[in-house]
T-cell receptor
Framework: GESVGLHLPTLSVQEGDNSIINCAYS??????FIWYKQESGKGPQFIID?????DKRQGQRVTVLLNKTVKHLSLQIAATQPGDSAVYFC???????????FGQGTELSVKP | EPEVTQTPSHQVTQMGQEVILRCVPI?????FYWYRQILGQKVEFLVS????????KSEIFDDQFSVERPDGSNFTLKIRSTKLEDSAMYFC??????????????FGSGTRLTVV
């Protein structure tokens, strides 16, 4: 069936270190992937996205890597800051204008 | 930056009562969605809405749920007879015709529904 899952439920890093959050997906038809950040009591906030015709995409301090061969997605955060502490979800989209399938979420905790 | 707004932020209701959760999507968006998130769990898709009709719904979205776009700006989720297990955070989202990129698929801040 369709599922998007995360390898690590919690991740604790020191301020200034790089963080890597991983995600596995199972729907080969998905052609678009998004990473969301969710702070307590708030809705998912867009971080970065990637289409299936790309392997890597960089934003400000964040990089998303897509490995379609093993159906794996990762989010790299450079120089992690306390404000990065949140739950991070990957989501996949099987098609345009359609639903998103979310993963379980990884809680990132940044120690000062 | 345009926002999706949801009201109320918190709703407490008695089991068996009807609730209506309200959302104002981004004005130029064409697709509208409801998701829910039970405390500590992942965000789950409920329903998508396009061109004044439901385009897709999940198994969660049973006969107790309905959606409506009563005017040009609001998008509502109604639960006819709430159950304890309906307690969750409900997120409205909207997307443009591409549905990608910053602002392409945007979530509201959610309504926390507590059924007692």
């Amino acid at each position: 069936g369709e599922s998007v899952g995360l390898h690590l439920p919690t991740l604790s890093v020191q301020e200034g270190d790089n963080s890597i959050i991983n995600c596995a997906y199972s729907n080969s038809a998905s052609d678009y992937f998004i990473w969301y950040k969710q702070e307590s009591g708030k809705g998912p906030q867009f971080i970065i996205d990637i289409r299936s015709n790309m392997d890597k995409r960089q934003g400000q301090r964040v990089t998303v890597l897509l490995n379609k061969t093993v159906k794996h997605l990762s989010l790299q955060i450079a120089a992690t800051q306390p404000g990065d502490s949140a739950v991070y979800f990957c989501a996949e989209s099987p098609g345009q204008g359609g639903k998103l399938i979310f993963g379980q979420g990884t809680e990132l905790s940044v120690k000062p | 930056e345009p926002e999706v707004t949801q009201t109320p932020s918190h709703q407490v209701t008695q089991m068996g009562q009807e609730v209506i959760l309200r959302c104002v999507p981004i004005s130029n968006h064409l697709y509208f969605y409801w998701y829910r998130q039970i405390l500590g769990q992942k965000v789950e898709f409920l329903v998508s809405f396009y061109n004044n009709e439901i385009s897709e719904k999940s198994e969660i979205f049973d006969d107790q749920f309905s959606v409506e776009r009563p005017d040009g700006s609001n998008f509502t989720l109604k639960i006819r007879s709430t159950k304890l297990e309906d307690s969750a955070m409900y997120f409205c989202a909207s997307s443009d015709d591409v549905g990608q990129g910053v602002g392409g698929y945007t979530f509201g801040s959610g309504t926390r529904l507590t059924v007692v």
